[in-house]
């Protein structure tokens, strides 16, 4: 928090989120099945691979990201592994801006990801109606009881780059009444 006071400040790493060598990553445990968790990211990718963004992560083989990408361009994408399977549900072209917010809306089994320039207006990146496999009971292999979580990250994406990406602020809003027992 010193190099940019008032920021959490990640540096992109080599280790990708599927790899147990991932150090990149900021989460907290989900206490709620209904909530939304937002933040506003300032990052600002150049190579090929270099990501940062909002995650809700069950562990190194089962999670779905929102992330501002560089591939040829600057993309925001929504992309999962579920038992080490990975998968693409949107992408779009986005203009470098003075930060991004993310958001993600959860309701049980779904998840539903949005961006927006200025925190206000809030456009659909992609939808995932059925995420069990951020569970226990959903996922393929043997359990792990590490329980969801939500939360940042970012890495290299193989660029060997170091680079930082600036979390101005994140929030958690569990909707009353709903925590599990």
Not at 40 to 65: T, W
Not at 85 to 92: D, G, H, L
Not at 103 to 128: C, I, N, T
Request: aromatic content about 12%; overall charge neutral.
């Amino acid at each position: 928090m010193t190099d940019r006071p008032g920021h959490v400040r990640i540096w992109t790493g080599d280790a990708d989120l599927s790899s147990t060598e991932a150090r990149n990553v900021l989460v907290r445990r989900e206490r709620h099945h209904v909530y939304t968790a937002r933040m506003k990211l300032d990052f600002r990718p150049e190579r090929n691979g270099e990501q940062a963004g909002l995650i809700c992560y069950y562990d190194s083989r089962c999670y779905i990201k929102l992330c501002l990408i560089y591939e040829n361009g600057l993309k925001l994408k929504v992309q999962g592994n579920r038992a080490r399977e990975p998968f693409t549900i949107a992408e779009r072209g986005v203009k470098q801006e003075d930060g991004i917010y993310l958001r993600v809306d959860v309701d049980h089994e779904a998840r539903r990801f949005f961006y927006s320039p200025d925190g206000l207006a809030w456009m659909e990146a992609g939808v995932v109606q059925d995420a069990r496999f951020l569970s226990d009971e959903g996922t393929r292999e043997k359990k792990a009881f590490t329980g969801t979580m939500v939360g940042f990250y970012a890495n290299n994406g193989g660029s060997g780059r170091r680079i930082p990406a600036d979390i101005d602020w994140f929030a958690y809003e569990g909707q009353a009444g709903d925590a599990p027992g």
